[in-house]
C-alpha cells in the first residue's frame, strides 16, 4: 500500500525545490495583498464611471450586382474551410386570400429535387458532399467545405430555378398540413399563433390571414406554379456569400449560375388601413380545455428602423419586458409566481406598422390578476424615471450583443443588406453602441409615454372561459371595467362563451328530459291539448294585457291589449302567419313567417327536440343554466339545478325591419292540471323590465276559432 502522507501523494514540492517555493509564495501573497488593498478602497455605494464607448471596426463586403438587378455581397473568411450563401429575395408583403397557404406549400414543393433529378437522387448528392442546402419561396441559403463550392453552387441552383412541382407532392404536403392544422386545432397556443395577428391587422391583411383546411384544399398545382412564377424574382433581391472564397471566384460562379435568371419583381399588394382599437379591450377565444390561458396586450407600432427613437425605444423595451430582469418579468414570474416568464417587444415595420407585444402564459386563476399587473408596470414605465443601474444593465446587455455578434463575418454583410432594406444611414451600425450609450432616463420614459399606450391596447386572452370569463367581467385598470368582445378559433366574433362546466354526456335531450320531469311528467304534459294563460303588467297609462293561447298542432295567439284596443296580435296556424295591431294587419312570409312559427310551437321539449341543440351553460342571475339553441332567432334556458325553463330569448323586427332580441323570464311555478306553469314572466321591451302577473291558467280550452 502506498504512503499517502508521502510528498508526491500530496502534490507538494519536494525539500530541494523549498527555496524556489518561498520566492513564489512570497510574491503570490503580495499580489494578494495589493489586490485586497484595492478592493478595500472600492466604494460601493457609487456606480463606476462608464468606460470610452468602444469602436467597432466594422468592414465592408464586396457588392457587385447582376443584370437582372440581383445584388451580391461578398465576405472572405478563411478562418474555416467553408463557405455559406444566403439569397433574399426581399418581397413585399403576400396576400394570399382564398387559396391562403399557397405560399408555404410553394415552399414545401421547392428543393424536392428538379426537373433534371429526382428527389432522392438530389439528396443523395448533396448527402454526399456533406452539404445543407434548402430553397424557399423568399430565397433560401446553402453550405458546406469550400473544395465543394461549385457543387454547392450547382444543385443549389438546379433546385431553385428548375422545381420540380408535382401533383403527387403537393398532395402529400396539403395532407401534412391540414394534419398540422387538426394538430393544433384544440392547442391554446397555437390558437394564439393565429388569432393574434388576425385581431390587430385583420384577416384580409398579409399579417393577419392564415391558412385553414378549406383554402389548404382550394389550392392547385397551378396555383402553386404561378405563385412561383410571380414572386421567385431576382430584381429587389440580395445574394450574401461568405467564407473560404475569393471575390474573384465568388463572382465567377455566380455570374455562372445565377446570371440566366430573368430579371422580375413580385407585384405588391394593396394593403387595407390600420387602426388600433379606440379604447382598450379584451378580445377572449375560449379553448374549454386549455390548462392555462396565452395571454398578449398587442398593439400597432409606428416603429421604424430609421426613426430617431429606435435605441431608445430598444432600451425602453428591455426595462419594461425584453430580459429576465425587467419589470414584467419579475412582477408576473418573481413576485407573483403567475408565469414561468413574461417579455415584450415593440417590432418595426417596412412595409406596414409592426406591434407591441407583452405576453405571458399564466395559470388561469390568476389571468385577471396577471393583466392588471401588466398595467401596473405599464404605468411605471410611463410615469416613473428608471433606475441608473437598470439603465446601465439595458446599455451593457447591447454592448455585450453588438460586439459578440461583430465577430461574425457573416453578419457584415447582412447589416449591409439590413440598411439598404431599411433605407438606414449608412453609419447605422458604426455608430450603434454610441446611440445606445447615449440613451438617458428621460429618453426611456418619453419613448414609453410615445409608444405604449394604455388607452388603445387590445388585451388578447386565449383560454377557458368557464376558469377566467367571470372574474374577467368584474376586473377593474384604473378604475374601469375593460370591455369584453368573443371571437372563435378562426377569430370570427362570437357570442359569450359558456362559463359552466357541462357533465359529461350532457345532451339536449337530457335537458328536455329534466324539464318535463320537473313541470309534471311525461304523461301529464302529453295529457295537454291546448294551454292558455291571461297575465297583467300595470303601467301607470293602465294595464297592459298578455293573452297567449297554445295548441297541439304549433298554433298560437299571442295578444296585446291596453285599454281594450289590441296593440299587436300575432297568429300562427295551419303553416300561415300574420300580425296586426292598430296600424293594419299583414301576412308574414319567409324569415318573418319563421320566427313567428318557431314561437308557436307547442311544449317543443316534448314534440320537437330534434330542432335543437346544446349551445352551453351560463350564469343568469344568481343561477346557473343551460341554453338551448332552436336557431339563429330563439334560444331557451333551463335551470341547471330545478330543471325548470326559466327564460327564453326570441328575435323579432321592428318598424324599420331591423332584428331586436326580446328576452321572457319564467319564475314562480304553480301547478294547474298536473303540469306546472309559471306565474310570473319579466319581459325586457326596448330596455325596461315589464313584469307580468298571471291571472289566469286554462287547459284544453281552446277552440279553432282562437286561431283564425
Known sequence: ????????????PSPKNNIKMKKQLIFLMALFLTGVTAIAQIDRSVMPESGPTPEIKLGKPYTFELKNGLQVLVVTDKKLPTINMNLDLNNPPIYEGNIAGVQSLTGALIGKGSTETPKEEFNEKVDFLGANIFVGVGGGFAGGLSKYKEDIFALFAEAAFKPNFTQKELDFERSQAIE???????????????????????????AGEFATEESYNAITLDDVKKFYSDYFKPSNGYLVITGDIEKKEAKKLVKEYFGDWKEGMAPKPNLPSLADVS?????????????????????????????????????????????????LNMNLREENGYTYGARSNIGTGRNYMGTFQATAKVRNEVTDSAVVETFKELAR???????????????????GNFIMQSEDKAVVARRAITIEKNDLDKDFYKDFIANIDKVTKEDVKRVANKYLNPDQLRIVLVGKAGDILEPLEKMKINGKTVPIKFYDKDANETER???????????????????????GGKEAVSNLNSTSYFAVYTA?????????????????NMTMKMGGNVLSKQLYSNGKASVSGMAGSQVLEGEDAAMVMEEAMYFPELYSPEKATLAGAEMMGENQVYVIKWSDDKKTFYDVNTGLLVAQESASKDMRGQKTSTLMKYSDYKETSGVMFPMTIGINMMGRDLGFTVQKVEVNSTTDADFQ
Do not use: C, W
Not at 381 to 399: H, P, S
Open 1 to 12: 500500500m502506498k504512503n499517502t502522507s508521502s510528498l508526491e501523494e500530496l502534490n507538494l
Open 180 to 206: 398540422g392544422l387538426k394538430t393544433g386545432e384544440n392547442s391554446a397556443a397555437a390558437i394564439a399563433g393565429k388569432v393574434r395577428g388576425a385581431l390587430v391587422y385583420g384577416k384580409d391583411h398579409p
Open 279 to 327: 379604447e382598450t379591450q379584451i378580445n377572449l377565444i375560449d379553448v374549454p380545455n386549455a390548462v392555462q390561458t396565452e395571454l398578449a396586450v398587442m398593439s400597432l407600432s409606428p416603429l421604424k428602423m430609421s426613426d430617431e427613437d429606435y435605441h431608445a425605444v430598444l432600451v425602453a423595451n428591455y426595462v419594461f419586458g425584453g430580459s429576465f430582469g425587467s419589470y
Open 540 to 556: 301607470p297609462q293602465g294595464e297592459l294585457i298578455m293573452d297567449v293561447k297554445r295548441a297541439k298542432g304549433d298554433k298560437m
Open 381 to 399: 414605465i410611463r410615469n416613473e424615471y428608471v433606475e441608473d443601474e437598470m439603465l446601465a444593465t439595458a446599455k451593457a446587455k447591447y454592448l
Open 497 to 519: 362563451p359558456s362559463t359552466i362546466e357541462i357533465p359529461a354526456g350532457l345532451t339536449a335531450q337530457t335537458v328536455f328530459d329534466n324539464y318535463i320531469k320537473a313541470i
